[in-house]
Every structure is written in C-alpha cells, then in structure tokens.
C-alpha cells in the first residue's frame, strides 16, 4: 500500500471505509488518503490533562474525573436526568435532556467516570451538558490524550471519532513517508519552510503546547507551510495558462503612426503623462510576435477609452481588426458613438453588434465585419456569438473587466484563435484591484495603472446623511437642478431580485415627480427595452432632463459631464467598489460635484465604517484594499470569480504577506514543468476549469 503516493490512494483503501462511508467523506470534498490529510482541523480540544472539578470556570473546555454521588430525574421546563459528579476539589452537576433508563442506572452512586464537555452556568451552579463520558476502572490508570484532540469541519452522519479514527490512519501511513515533498529543500530552507509531512502530522495531532491561538488563527508555521503551497499552485496554474498563451503567435503591429498622429491631433486635450506611458506599454506589446494579455487598471474617469483607441489603432495601421466589448449596451453604445466620432473623420469604418440588433441592420453589420470593410467593431458580447466572423481579428479590448473572471478570459482567448495565432488582448478595469489578487487571481495578466486623472477635474464632495433628513435632500436636489445642474437619483434594494430593484425605482421616481412638479425627471432601469434606456440616457446627456432616477445599471461608464450631483439611496447595501463606480459619474465635468450618500438609520459598526471611507477618500485603490479587508475577495471579485477563489487551507487576506514569496519561489519553478504540474495537480487537479487548460 505504501508503493504508491497517497495522492493516489482512494480512502476505500483504508479499512471500514464503505461505499456510504465514501460518499460522506465526497461531500467534503475527500476522495484519497492526500485530500483526507489535508482536510484540517477547524480547532482543537485539549483532552491531555485531567483538570479538578474545583477549578473548573464558565465556558471553560475539558476532561474531568471523579465519583457519581446520584443521578435522578428532575421536571424542570425540560425533563432532564442530571447525575452529580465530585472529585475531592469541588462538585458538578452534568445534565442529559435525553438518556435512556440503562444510562441512569450505569450511573450508579459510586461509579468513577471521565468526562469531557464545557462549563456553563445552569440551574444547580456549574454544570455540563451532554458530556461524553465513560467509566474508568479504580484500579487501571487509564490515560489520557497525548496531543491536543483536533475538531473536523464535518458533514452530517459523519461524527468527529469517525474523522479522528480516519485520520489517525492515514496518519500511520504518513509515517513511511508517502506524501510526496515538493517543494525543493533549498526553498524550503530559504523560505523557513518546515517539511511537508511534519507540517501535515502537527496539524492533525499538535503537541499538548502548541500555540492553540496561533492555530486557530491560521498563523502557525505548518499552516503557513500548506497555505504557500496552495497558493503556489494557484500562482503555476495562471503562470502555465499564460505561458500557454505565449507559445501561441500573434499578429504584428508595428506603429506607423498613419493613425494615431491624426487621432492625437484632433483630441481637444493633450494625453495625460499615465495615458501616455500606458499606451506605450500596450505599444510594445502590439508589436510582441505572442499575444499581449494586459490588464489596465486605471480609475474612474482616468481616461481609458482614449487608450482603447489609440490600441485600436495601432492594430487597424497593422492592416488587422480591433474588436472592443463592453458589459452592457448602454456602454457599448457609448464606446460606439465615442470611437465612430473619432474614427470616422479618419476613415475608418467602425461596426457596431449588439444582441437586439437583429433582422437585416444586423446583416449588414455582420458583412462589414466578415469581410473587413469595418476595421474596428464595437459591441457587447454578442460579438463573441458563433456566427459572428471576423476577416482579420488582431485585437480585443474588454471594457470593465471586473465583471468577468478567468473563464471569461479564455473563453475570449479562444474565440479570437486563428490557426496557430490569438488576437492581443487588452483588458480595461475601472475597479482597482486590490495588489494581493493582482498577484494571485490575475497572475496571468500583465498590468498597466493610469493613475493619474486628467486635469481640472475637482474632487467629489462626499456626503453622509440619514434618511430622515430625506425632505432636505429633496430641496437640495431642486436648488441643484434650478441653478442648471443635473442630477443623479440612484435606488439600491438588497435583493438581488431586478425586478424589486425596477419596481422601487418606479416608487421613487413617481415620488420625487410629486414633490418636484417643476423639474424634468427621467427613470432608466435594467428590466427597461434597450432602446428605452438608450432614449433616456440620451435626452439626459442632451440635458433634456434634470433629474435621472435610475438602479445600480448607470454603475458603469456612463459619462455625462453635467451631471454634477448624485443621491445614493441606502448605500450601506452596497459594496465600496460598486459605491465608487457609481459616485465616479459625478465629478466628471469641472463645477464641483456632491455625493449624497443617504444611509437608512440606524447605521451598524460596520456600516459606519465603510461610508466613513468613502467620505474620507475618492482614491479607488485604497478604497479597494478596505473592500476586500472587510468584505473578503469572494464578494470583492463577484460571485463568478470564487470558484478561482475558494482555498482549502489559504486565506488570500490573512496569507497576503506570503504572495511576494509564492511569486518568486513560483518562477523558480515554473522552468521544471513536470513539478510545476505536480503542485497544480495536488491542489487543483480535481478543478476542472484548470483540468482542461
Ligand atoms: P474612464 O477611464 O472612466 O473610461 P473615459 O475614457 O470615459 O474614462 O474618460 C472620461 C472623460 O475624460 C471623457 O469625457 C474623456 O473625453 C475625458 N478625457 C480623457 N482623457 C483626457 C485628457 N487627457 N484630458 C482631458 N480630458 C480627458
Ligand atoms: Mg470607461
């Protein structure tokens, strides 16, 4: 049994291990002896010592001994048996709200039992409820545990004996060394690393002075030791999928600048020093032989279109095509309007897809894509539908990244494959992400930060206030639009359900149309027809209206420079970055714009906090690192990212010092690829989304 690695050992090996059996230790997640080491304990008991009775506290975990004086039956709100139990120091009464007549009788005065149970205040002073017991002979020194008794996360029928008893066997056969060591010796000496096997037997069974704090905070040695393999494998995986990428060719794109000197010049503004570094970064990159797969973060209003452009351009000089997507129509169409005004006067052609254009508009922008008369085509992701063709795609650009998550990426990735040869791929995110998931979700990506906004923009004034002061929030919102601002009425509900969201911005809007007869209020919402919200958001830009009611859908890129004030109705629902994407509307023009953020009282801890940051900062990277410190990197990166996110024994929060480490230690390995796929098969190997890379 010991020949193989227990990696590959399925726990039906181990003796008592049955098809019921199996199934429970599946629906942990535990299929061989390896997955069974590595299901570690969620804390621990200490059962190495006998504490006297007289001793015991409150809340206090542990075994006793001693004498049964009596148990009797008492009706008190509950029938209960309660047996008292003394040991020369003091008296305890222990107390089962179910018990069978054999149990009361084997309690017998006199009996001698070790206990283990915690402490608590009942109705006869201290007491223990359903303690595990069982009787010790006067004679025999029966012994107590050696090492500190772990405690399992667990599933239902499977009770902790039976994990312990699983355990302590695949334990045994830990002893003849069979849990393969891969990270190399000199790593791990460098790194303080402690060997894989002591780290896996410490956790299971921790000496009786093991740092119980240390432990239940994740920190100790050993934890760290299987946390930074983990996190390793999570790190060689995005390595070996961009590297993957790399050995595929890519379309050349030397500059001619035939394009671009033409486009430059005919901006009213001058690039900004970050957008100009940037392209250059992503010009370099364009005329790289393998696909460019750069991220750019740059914050809201930081002027990142113009950098798609002039990328877009670049691959049109090359004689190729660029496609550009965005997330939904209303920025699509935006992008679209945005690039036909500046490409066209060039003349270029810019197509335009989307999925409600249908019948023969659709035709004939399907024939402008097909057979390269459009040179950039600008859409959602209908343009990445089957049937859809391109003469000569050299360039994507993704709009707002964050809403798409490694399978996304791919799934582009493929979609653009021609023969041996993927597009470049440029990737645009306004939601800074937080330096410790750079570095372990987008590991596959090159990064570019604009990080400077173009001049003259006036910071946002963020405000807090109750919604009880809703009635002064109103005439504020009438001052505002009388003296020609335009304004921004935002509805959050905490369900996800859109359709309550739609329907409660309707409330609002018919609400706010009462008390403010003399202003022109508009409503955009998700569940309205495409070229409805289209309209509105049109006679808004046109500042037909003043006021424009509206869900979280104006969240991203909408950009009406006028719009100089916005009210956010229970922000507290939200979550930092999404507050931000939304207050990044305001603020774009150069009159001073205001942010009310207007709290439904009373606000909890937390809640206070969270607006407290957006008050004190509008910096989209701090305000990202405090997101992911108090809501974890599941919600920061949206559901679709947590398959790619969820660790065994990592914790991208507490673990994040360890990922400059993982990072160096994971291009070391990276050139030994047969162990490179060794430690992505361990940890990732049953991931089926790495499974097909
Ligand atoms: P985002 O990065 O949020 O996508 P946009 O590309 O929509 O930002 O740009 C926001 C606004 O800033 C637009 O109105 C755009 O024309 C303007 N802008 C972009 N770059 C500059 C610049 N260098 N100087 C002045 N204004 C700029
Ligand atoms: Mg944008």
Not at 222 to 244: D, G, M, P, T
Not at 261 to 274: E, R, Y
Not at 308 to 330: C, H, R
Not at 539 to 546: H, T, V, W
């Amino acid at each position: 049994m010991n020949a193989r690695s227990l990696a590959q050992l399925p726990v039906t090996e181990l003796k008592g291990v049955g098809a019921a059996l199996q199934l429970k230790l599946e629906k942990l997640d535990i299929h061989t002896l390896q997955d069974l080491l590595f299901h570690l304990p969620l804390r621990y008991q200490n059962r190495t010592r006998i504490m006297p009775i007289g001793s015991l506290r409150p809340g206090d975990e542990g075994v006793i001994e001693g004498e049964v004086k009596g148990a009797d039956i008492v009706m008190g709100r509950r029938r209960s048996m309660v047996c008292r139990l003394q040991d020369g120091t003091g008296t305890v009464t222990l107390r089962f709200f179910h018990f069978s007549a054999a149990q009361k009788n084997n309690l017998k005065a006199g009996t001698r039992i070790r206990c283990f149970g915690e402490v608590r205040t009942g109705a006869s002073g201290l007491e223990m409820y359903h303690p595990e017991y069982r009787r010790v002979d006067d004679e025999v020194i029966t012994p107590v545990e050696e090492s500190l008794t772990p405690v399992y996360p667990t599933t239902e029928g499977l009770n902790q004996n039976r994990l312990r008893t699983l355990t302590d066997a695949a334990l045994a056969q830990l002893q003849s060394g069979s849990l393969t060591e891969l990270i190399p010796e000199h790593m791990r000496q460098r790194w303080q690393l402690p060997p894989l096997n002591d780290a896996v037997s410490y956790l299971h069974r921790p000496p009786v002075d093991a740092d119980q704090d240390q432990l239940l905070d994740g920190r100790h040695p050993a934890q760290r030791r299987l946390a930074f393999e983990e996190l390793l494998a999570h790190h060689l995986s995005l390595l070996k999928l961009r590297n993957r990428t790399r050995e595929q060719g890519a379309p050349l794109m030397q500059p001619t600048g035939q394009y671009r000197d033409q486009f430059l010049a005919q901006l009213p503004f001058p690039l900004t020093g970050a957008q100009q570094r940037v392209s250059n970064e992503i010009a370099q990159d364009l005329s790289q032989p393998f696909p460019m797969l750069r991220l750019v973060q740059g914050d809201v209003g930081s002027g990142k279109t113009v950098v798609a452009a002039l990328a877009a351009l670049q691959a049109v000089e090359g004689g190729f095509q660029a496609a550009v997507m965005a997330p939904t129509e209303i920025l699509a169409e935006q992008h679209f309007i945005n690039f036909s005004n500046w490409l066209e006067p060039l003349g270029l052609k810019v197509a335009w897809l989307a999925g409600k254009l249908k019948g023969k508009k659709r035709q004939e922008q399907m024939q402008a894509i097909g057979d390269g008369s459009a040179q950039v085509v600008v859409g959602t992701h209908a343009l990445f539908q089957d049937d859809v063709s391109f003469a000569n795609l050299g360039l994507v650009v993704v709009d707002e990244q964050h809403r798409f998550g490694v399978h996304q990426r791919l799934a582009l990735r493929e979609k653009g494959r021609q023969d041996h040869r993927s597009p470049h791929q440029l990737i645009m995110t306004a939601t800074p992400i937080p330096r410790t998931l750079t570095m372990s979700a987008y590991a596959d990506l090159d990064c570019s930060i604009i990080d400077e906004l173009p001049p003259g923009r006036t910071p946002v004034n963020t405000v807090v206030i109750s919604d009880q002061r809703r009635a002064d929030v109103v005439q504020r919102v009438r001052d505002a639009c009388l003296q020609g601002r335009q304004v921004y009425w935002v509805c959050t509900l905490i369900e996800e359900s859109e359709a309550l969201q739609c329907q409660a911005a309707e409330v609002t809007a018919e609400e706010l149309r009462e008390a403010l007869p003399e202003l022109r209020i508009g409503l955009v919402h998700g569940r309205m027809k495409p070229a409805e919200k289209a309209e509105i958001m049109a006679s808004y830009k046109a500042a037909e209206l003043d006021l424009l009611v509206a869900t979280t859908v104006i969240e991203v890129g909408v950009d009406v420079p006028n719009a100089s004030v916005m009210i956010i109705e229970n922000p507290e629902r939200l979550g930092l970055a999404q507050l931000h994407q939304l207050r990044g509307r305001v603020g774009r023009g150069s009159v001073e714009s205001f942010c009310l953020l207007m709290y439904h009282a009373p606000l909890s801890h937390q809640g206070r906090e969270r607006l407290g940051v957006m008050r004190e900062t509008t910096d989209g990277f701090r305000i990202a690192e405090k997101d992911l410190e108090l809501r974890g990197p599941g919600e920061v990166l949206g559901t679709r990212q947590t398959g790619m996110m969820s660790f065994k024994v990592a914790d991208l929060q507490r673990d994040a010092d360890l990922l400059t480490r993982v990072k160096q230690v994971a291009s070391e390995i990276a050139a030994d690829p047969q162990l490179s796929d060794a430690i992505i098969q361990r940890w990732l190997g049953r991931d089926e989304q790495y499974a097909s890379v």
